[in-house]
């Protein structure tokens, strides 16, 4: 059976937007659809992790009905995370359910791209714009290693099926981690130049316990004063930018590299984003395990005044700084529960 999925131009706000202590309007929503992977990266979750029961997880109906309600309060991006959201059954339907919600103006999607080659089209067919893809090393050993036990070359596969249907620009995201892939940082820019991609290099966080991020933590400053990266990348235009997510050019004229310090460089003044996780709750700070259940109010009947009612009060616990929180020490929660 074909679907289609009605595309909505344009944005109405029905209520008052929403806007935290501090000023900031909240537009952006990351969207966990499951805390399942088809990988391991040991940065990411821990050995044995322990998943959500599918009766846990927010059905698509309890999710259109929440996104609905936010995108009247001036959501107006939804990111696809997990987990790796491909593993959840019927993503291509829930991502035009989502797209067809007044107000919605763009859907995106993070994912390993193993499974990318399977849903490409369908996720173009739904209104999906474009992807990002998690991809920190081109050597299919230290693949294998880092995601414990994947397979690069079904990465690649993915990456060639987003070019092909036009999910772009199609985004990779690099975790630098020293003693790891610190050492192929320069070939993934050539990389990401030659298939005309663009590479987002990310600081390595504290995203669970027991991984040990400060023995692998390499500061942006640092990667741009490497002579391979001046070689290919503009980083005296860094001076220019002065923040903690910037783009630069590359000096051969054809594309960007993009540079992202949540710890070395705070952004938390211009943060204009919520996580909702597979299970329900309202993420309200990535570094902090501070969240609000909706799911709880909505499967006790709550209506729609009072949900709307519980997302503002979610939203006045948002911290003003979050970033220099971060330690493993005290954190309850794999960034797998979180979400990307």
């Not at 001036?74 to 919600?101: C, D, H, S, Y």
């Not at 980083?235 to 992202?260: H, N, Q, T």
């Not at 993420?283 to 109010?297: E, F, G, I, N, T």
Request: aromatic share 6%; glycine share 8%.
């Amino acid at each position: 059976m074909e679907l289609n999925y009605p595309a909505y131009s344009g944005k109405i706000f029905y209520m008052k937007p929403l806007v935290d202590r501090f000023g900031r309007t909240i537009t952006y929503l990351r969207v966990s659809v499951t805390d399942r992977c088809n990988q391991r990266c040991n940065y990411c979750s821990r050995p044995q992790e322990e998943h959500k029961k599918r009766d846990q997880l927010l059905s698509f109906s309890e999710l259109v009905k929440i996104i609905t309600i936010m995108a009247e309060m001036g959501v107006e991006k939804i990111r696809f995370t997990g987990g790796e959201p491909l593993v959840r059954k019927g993503i291509t339907e829930l991502v035009g359910m989502v797209n067809a919600i007044s107000g919605i103006r763009e859907t995106t999607l993070t994912t390993n791209a193993t499974l990318l080659s399977r849903f490409a089209r369908g996720l173009k067919d739904a209104g999906l714009k474009r992807v990002n893809i998690s991809l920190d090393t081109l050597n299919p050993e230290k693949f294998r290693l880092i995601t414990g036990g994947g397979r690069l070359e079904q990465v690649f596969d993915g990456i060639e099926s987003a070019l092909r249907e036009g999910l772009v620009p199609v985004k990779l995201n690099t975790v630098v981690m020293r003693g790891i892939n610190d050492d192929e940082l320069a070939s993934i820019i050539d990389f990401a130049q030659e298939h005309g991609l663009t590479v987002r290099f990310i600081e390595c966080m504290p995203m669970r316990d027991g991984f040990d991020w400060k023995r692998h933590y390499m500061p942006i400053h640092e990667v741009l004063e490497r002579e391979d990266i001046k070689e290919r990348v503009a980083v005296e235009e860094s001076a220019k930018e002065g923040g903690a997510e910037y783009m630069l050019p590359l000096r051969s004229g054809r594309g960007m590299v993009g540079f992202i310090s949540p710890l070395s460089k705070s952004f938390c003044r211009r943060c204009n984003r919520l996580r909702l996780t597979a299970d329900g709750r309202l993420h309200l700070c990535l570094p902090q395990d501070k969240d609000v259940s909706l799911r709880d109010a909505l499967r006790a009947g709550a209506d729609k005044k009072t949900l709307e009612a519980l997302i503002r009060k979610a939203v006045e616990l948002k911290p003003e700084e979050g970033v220099y929180t971060f330690s493993t020490e005290g954190r309850k929660k794999s960034m797998i529960h979180i979400g990307g």
